[in-house]
């Protein structure tokens, strides 16, 4: 299984949250983590509101017609 951790590293090396990181970020977040993944999550929180990070969910999509 994949730990928050490992998922922040990834997505900081990127420097993109994708919506399947994002969601799941989400499902790891309601099961039991440590501490240090606490620790992880807490960076990236400040790494996206800084603007290091760019999420998916937050960018504008644009349909094409035609």
Same mark, same amino acid.
């Given at each position: ?16 949250l994708t919506l399947e990181a994002e969601n799941q970020l989400r ?18 929180? %400040? ?8 999420? %998916?969910?937050? %960018? %504008? ?6």
């Amino acid at each position: 299984m994949v730990q928050i951790r490992d998922l922040v590293q990834q997505i900081l090396r990127t420097g993109y949250l994708t919506l399947e990181a994002e969601n799941q970020l989400r499902n790891l977040l309601k099961t039991k983590y440590s501490q240090e993944d606490l620790k992880a999550f807490m960076t990236l929180q %400040e790494a996206a509101m800084n603007g290091l990070v760019r999420q %998916e969910s937050r %960018e %504008e999509h644009t349909l094409k017609v035609g």
